[in-house]
């Protein structure tokens, strides 16, 4: 089993930015793939972001310039920072990880965009 959990989310106006973090109850290094992904109100959950088997990065069209993603493999976290927000960023932002095969969510943070 592997335990995520999301924090970070909030209340932004648009043009602001925002600092997600991942922590993960295991070994990151032992993780791969983990990344982040999100879903809006009446939509399909979407990648937002992820590391990739080769560890490389993975950006949605729509976050690429604006949002990185990064990983502490010493405090086992992965973040997102996310900058330049607009208002269609707006959404639950979820964590995901695939270890031995099987796959993990966390519980997933709010971020609003909104004046």
């Known amino acids: 089993q592997v335990q995520l959990v999301e924090s970070g989310g909030g209340l932004v106006q648009p043009g602001g930015s925002l600092r997600l973090s991942c922590a993960a109850s295991?070994?990151?290094?032992?993780?791969?793939?983990m990344g982040w992904y999100r879903q809006a109100p009446g939509k399909q959950r979407e990648l937002v972001a992820t590391?990739?088997?080769?560890?490389?990065?993975n950006y949605a069209d729509s976050v690429k310039g604006r949002f990185t993603i990064s990983r502490d493999n010493a405090k086992n976290t992965v973040y997102l920072q996310m900058n330049s927000l607009k208002p269609e960023d707006t959404a639950v932002y979820y964590c995901?990880?695939?270890?031995?095969?099987?796959?993990?969510w966390g519980q997933g943070t709010q971020v609003t965009v909104s004046s």
């Open positions: 590391f990739t088997f080769g560890g490389s990065t």
């Open positions: 995901r990880a695939i270890h031995y095969s099987m796959q993990f």
């Open positions: 295991i070994s990151i290094s032992s993780i791969n793939p």
